[in-house]
């Protein structure tokens, strides 16, 4: 049982579009049952991975793909990674003035145990966010 | 996202429900900016049905705060704990600008104090 889950591994595709952002919410929300999450988990992880999408879609063309892939790993880190065709960027703007993308990295960093950044195979952004799931219930056992 | 809006001491009240996301959270920005334009001193949203705020509706309540300051305040009312939690990270819970009711009955009772200090002005 406990091998199964430690395989867990999911993915789906989206068109880069904000209309979809729904559809990889769900996507958070399926996987968070699946894995049975407890606690702030899976909302920390919908909004996580929710920002990390919206930022792919507003620096990915038009027509372009998103990818979500979940993976469970044998230690019980989870870690979302969500790729795009497009280049990372922060906004120089402020928050306020940007629509909110400021607030979307130090939300992923304030949610996550773990964000990292980086250039994909197919020329594009990885955003990958970690939880660690056995941490987390040690410190709640303890 | 669906808004609809009612009136509170004189003071318009936005309901939201549903999910406000960046998708969306131009529409909610949209429907405050008529009487923040107006000059009103009092905003209030009542965020009872809203299951899922990103920062795109986060930046809508920060700017709506950053535009009330020393004029006013805006009030939430009863967002649940994991819409709550987002806005004590990004530190609005602790703005002077930001007030946080349980229910409509506190947060006219805030509105009410409002009133009473003006009329206590004249």
Known sequence: MMKEANNYCRQIGVEASPENLREVRRFVEEVSRDLQLEGDDGYDLKVAVSEAAANAIEHSGAESFLEVCVTQYPDDRLTFEISDEGNFHLSPRKPEQAGGRGLGLPLMVALMDEVRIYRNSRGGTTVSLTLFLGEQQQRETA | ?122
């Open chain 2, 1 to 122: 996202m669906e808004i609809s809006t009612s009136e509170l001491r004189g003071v318009e009240v936005f309901e939201v429900r549903g999910e406000i996301d960046h998708s969306n959270a131009g529409r909610l920005s949209s429907a405050v900016d008529e009487p923040l334009e107006r000059g009103d001193e009092v905003i209030v949203l009542d965020l009872s049905e809203v299951d899922y705020i990103d920062s795109g509706g986060v930046s809508v309540l920060l700017s709506t705060v950053r535009r009330l300051r020393n004029r006013g305040w805006l009030g939430v009312v009863n967002p649940n704990a994991n819409v709550r939690r987002l806005l004590e990270i990004v530190g609005l819970t602790v703005d002077h600008g930001f007030r946080l009711f349980s229910d409509r009955a506190e947060a006219e009772g805030a509105i009410e104090e409002v009133i009473s200090n003006e009329q206590g002005k004249r």
